[in-house]
């Protein structure tokens, strides 16, 4: 799906990135897990085109692409349904086929009975899944998320990766994840990149199966192993 290599990027005298390399297969959930301001997001950018990194090669195979940022970035003048056609213009859909695709994600994201909602209407937890929807609804090949489930409590949490889950087998993508929380990583991904260091490195790079994802013992060793990380690299940074 994607490859990149020895890739350097710099902001200013600042080196985020420096001979990184990072590839994903077609259909891999990826989670990159580090500490703040490592350089997680910047990996989303420049994979979305966002940020030209001063050297090194990316190589991407996919055609449609997806990004759910933090906050939910909804057009506040348009209901539910009107945000999630947003990316449906651009996809040569009809009306009838716009309205189709609405029609068979509102029941998916627990939104039935709110498409006439404006944003202003919604909860937090809500607005979040119309960005979720939106951005599945152009079936994309690639989807990034930077952190999109930050601010809602745990029991939203569980829920919102329940919905993401559930929209993955409604269409299956590429999916990269960042997130500071350690059990979305271990609850939704396929590998678990750890990133630490600055510039910034792959310390480890955990590769899940779904039955170690249920695995009591593999949650717990998979927990304390990342806790570790990060208090290591906590006290690396103060000396």
Same mark, same amino acid.
């Given at each position: 799906m994607f490859h990149m290599e020895n890739v350097v990027l710099r902001y200013g005298d600042l080196t985020v990135l420096d001979q990184f390399n990072l590839c994903c297969e077609e259909r891999q959930f990826i989670c990159l897990f580090g500490p703040s301001g490592v350089g997680k997001t910047s990996v /989303? %950018?420049?994979l979305a085109g966002i940020n030209k990194p001063q050297a090194g090669s990316i190589k991407a195979d996919y055609k449609r692409l997806a990004y759910v940022f933090q906050e939910p970035r909804l057009l506040p003048w348009l209901t539910v349904e009107q945000n999630l056609k947003?990316? !449906?213009?651009? &996809?040569? !859909?009809? @009306?009838?086929?716009?309205?189709?695709?609405?029609? %068979? /994600? &509102?029941? /998916? !994201?627990? /939104? @039935?009975g709110f498409g006439g909602y404006y944003p202003g209407q919604l909860s937090g937890g809500m607005k979040q899944r119309v960005s979720l929807g939106r951005a599945f609804a152009i079936q994309p090949d690639l989807l990034l998320l930077d952190e999109p489930f930050t601010g809602l409590d745990e029991n939203l949490k569980t829920d919102m990766l329940d919905l993401l889950f559930s929209l993955g087998q409604w269409h299956a993508c590429t999916t990269v994840m960042v997130t500071h929380d350690i059990k979305e990583v271990i609850k939704i991904s396929d590998r678990i990149v750890v990133m630490a260091g600055r510039p910034c490195r792959i310390v480890q790079d955990i590769v899940t199966a779904p039955e170690q994802r249920r695995d009591p013992a593999f949650i717990r060793k998979t927990e304390a192993g990342l806790v570790d990380m990060l208090n290591l690299n906590k006290a690396c940074a103060v000396l």
């Open positions: /989303l %950018n420049i947003v990316g !449906l213009f651009n &996809l040569g !859909l009809n @009306s009838r086929q716009r309205n189709q695709c609405v029609s %068979n /994600l &509102l029941p /998916l !994201l627990g /939104l @039935s």
